[in-house]
């Protein structure tokens, strides 16, 4: 795996690339849960907490969208 990431995108074959994907999305899913326990933490602050969400919703974001780019390949 790490050689496939280390990689120039576009030497690495459809294989390398759905590797790389699905270990891109593995790691947006920790950081979720990361984030979510920061949540949980109930800081009180309004604005860290905006913006957790905010980030949260990014993370999101971006798996369901590098997912579709694994089912694509």
Request: hydrophobic letters at 40%.
């Amino acid at each position: 795996m790490r050689n496939a990431v280390s990689q120039i995108p576009r030497l690495r074959s459809a294989s390398e690339r759905r590797q790389v994907l699905r270990t891109a999305i593995r790691q947006l899913e920790r950081a979720d849960v990361y984030l979510a326990a920061v949540v949980h933490m109930e800081i009180t602050d309004w604005e860290a907490g905006r913006s957790l969400r905010r980030i949260r919703g990014d993370v999101e974001q971006l798996r369901r969208h590098l997912s579709g780019l694994r089912i694509d390949s």
